[in-house]
Nanobody
Framework: VQLQASGGGLVQPGGALRLSCAAS????????IAWFRQVPGKEREGVAC????????YWADSVKGRFTISRDNAKNTVYLEMNSLKPEDTALYYC???????????????????WGQGTQVTVSS
């Protein structure tokens, strides 16, 4: 099981980015895939989760209405579309899976076994 996160970069406030999480070694459409983010000195935070069954979850209240999680099953990839970016969205973003179908109610880091390497998102003017 491998996950590769990409798509981060430097963007101005109000801008947009699309992060990609490419899965290998398993078929991601059958499992929940989540995005987390972490700022140095702070705990890793659950952002959103793409369920394989019952709908997506957006754990972080601050991203609701601005971020959208989606899948391209043909590419074995999950995306995190981020719009109206704010400086407080600056973080290292990770994708993860625990090889279960459903998203957890909360973005618990301890529940996820497999992690991508992270992609840096910096929102700054």
């Amino acid at each position: 099981v491998q996950l590769q996160a990409s798509g981060g970069g430097l963007v101005q406030p109000g801008g947009a980015l699309r992060l990609s999480c490419a899965a290998s070694g398993f078929t991601s459409e059958y499992y929940a895939i989540a995005w987390f983010r972490q700022v140095p000195g702070k705990e890793r935070e659950g952002v959103a989760c793409a369920s394989a069954s019952d709908g997506n979850r957006y754990w972080a209240d601050s991203v609701k209405g601005r971020f959208t999680i989606s899948r391209d099953n043909a590419k074995n990839t999950v995306y995190l579309e981020m719009n109206s970016l704010k400086p407080e969205d600056t973080a290292l973003y990770y994708c993860a899976t625990n090889l279960v179908v459903y998203c957890l109610t909360y973005g618990s880091v301890a529940a996820y076994e497999y992690w991508g390497q992270g992609t840096q998102v910096t929102v700054s003017s």
